[in-house]
């Protein structure tokens, strides 16, 4: 059935009015949020404590610190593991920047490893050919909400001597053989971002059951101390600190959308898992699966362009057809978005192999043997890097069935009308949006 695009102005598929934005705010959170503001200790004080205690209860980790950010946990990882100056820390070719720059962040090397073609995840099959002399951990990106198979990541760790950090800043919730994301590793790293499943505008919370990696972590958290603030300090730098810590406010809005978490994940993964049945047999589109392993959050749902099926081999024109395809879902009033269209290799921190300047830490005697950021290398990231679209909010609680329901019909509009989409004019009609805008 040919169906005028919103884009060419049809009616769009969803009617943006009737969507709740992330995340969804009420009295609940006004009343956690004054509270902190009115309380006499603004900076790390009893909401701080709390949040730390709710969410390791929640998550079932031993030790929590509330941080600033995602990325700030994941520096903390790092060092809690002791990997020092020059070492090799694995990670995944395809993620946010600070999967990786958190490595830097210790003067540490990153070792790429290429993902897998289905989960997106970095290939546990590719690994053991990635680990140098020099290799100290590993870090698991549970990207998407999706966790990778830690049982034989584990199994690599434990046989090579390697720490295990995951990356589970997208991931609160997302289960492995029902285990929860942040219990797979040493320790991990959780993200509060506004994007994130669970946010307090921003923050993060770094977790692990190890009292010797979270003393480490911790000092590092604040200042260098061996003491919280919460305990009698002596002010005095035990190592090298960063100031990682959040205030009250945040932390108290934290808890009151922590507090809501089970009815948000819940929602999300009745609409992922309604949204991947209902479009079974899509035209044109390639879509996301869940491992037997896994339970998905659906933090980012997955949509690919089948260039196979169309023909289409230049990695050129394939990426204007992603980025014209992207635009007119978005006209349909789906939050549709390239997530992230360069891999890790290719950004030029990395490849430039300069991060400090005088090229360090890759200048570090003996740490750049062995070090190969070629992008042939990454195939399968490169591949799924021009081909991805991904929604990552309208799915989000409390839009349910019904708008995902309408999120099916404008994705099926799109793919089915594929032949409609002319990357030309529609790069020309945004255009003429941005001059009038
Ligand atoms: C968001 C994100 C981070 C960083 O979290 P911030 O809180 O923004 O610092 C790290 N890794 C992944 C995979 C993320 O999605």
Not at 50 to 55: A, G, H, V
Not at 259 to 287: H, S
Not at 341 to 363: C, D, H
Not at 395 to 418: C, H, M, S, Y
Request: net charge negative; aromatic share 10%; with cysteine.
């Amino acid at each position: 059935m040919s169906e005028k695009l919103a884009i060419y102005g049809g009616t769009p598929a969803v009617n943006v009015n009737e969507v709740v934005s992330w995340p969804p705010v009420d009295k609940s959170d006004e009343k956690m949020v004054l509270d902190a503001l009115y309380s006499k200790v603004q900076s790390r004080g009893t909401h701080n404590l709390k949040l730390e205690e709710e969410f390791s209860a929640w998550n079932g980790n031993k030790f929590a610190l509330f941080t600033n950010s995602g990325t700030a946990a994941l520096h903390m990882c790092l060092v809690g593991c002791g990997i020092g100056a020059g070492d090799h820390v694995l990670v995944t070719a395809y993620s946010w920047s600070s999967s990786a720059t958190c490595i830097l962040h210790h003067d540490a090397i990153p070792i790429f490893v290429d993902i897998d073609p289905e989960t997106f995840l970095m290939d546990p099959d590719k690994i053991e050919a990635a680990i140098t002399p020099r290799t100290k951990a590993i870090i698991v990106v549970q990207l998407h909400g999706l966790c990778n198979d830690m049982d034989k990541i584990n199994a690599i760790a434990k046989k090579h001597g390697l720490k295990v950090i995951e990356d589970a800043c997208q991931a609160h919730g997302a289960m492995y053989k029902g285990r929860k994301a942040g219990t797979l590793g040493d320790c991990a790293a959780f993200s509060f971002n506004q994007n994130k499943c669970l946010s307090c505008g921003e923050g993060g919370m770094f977790v692990t059951d190890s009292q010797e990696i979270f003393d480490n972590a911790a000092k590092l958290w604040s200042f260098g101390e061996t003491s919280r603030p919460e305990q009698s300090r002596d002010y005095h730098a035990y190592a090298l600190g960063w100031m990682y810590r959040n205030n009250e406010l945040t932390a108290a809005y934290a808890r009151s959308q922590l507090a809501k978490y089970d009815f948000y994940f819940k929602t999300l993964r009745e609409n992922g898992e309604y949204l991947l049945k209902a479009l079974q047999g899509t035209p044109n589109l390639l879509l996301p699966y869940e491992p037997e392993y896994a339970t998905h959050n659906w933090y980012n749902f997955n949509l690919r362009l089948d260039f196979a099926k169309l023909g289409i081999t230049d990695p050129v024109q394939q990426v204007k057809l992603r980025d014209a395809v992207a635009a007119a879902l978005r006209d349909e009033g789906i939050v549709a978005s390239v997530w992230q269209r360069f891999i890790l290799p290719e950004m030029t921190v990395f490849a430039a192999k300069n991060a400090y300047g005088q090229g360090y830490p890759w200048s570090i005697p003996g740490a750049d043997e062995g070090v190969d950021y070629s992008l042939e290398k990454f195939p399968n990231a490169l591949e799924y890097s021009r081909k991805h679209i991904s929604i990552v909010q309208t799915l989000r609680a409390p839009n349910g069935l019904d708008i995902t329901e309408k999120v099916n019909q404008g994705i099926r509009k799109v793919f089915e009308n594929i032949d409609q989409i002319d990357p030309d004019r529609i790069a020309a009609i945004l255009e003429e949006r941005r001059k009038k805008a």
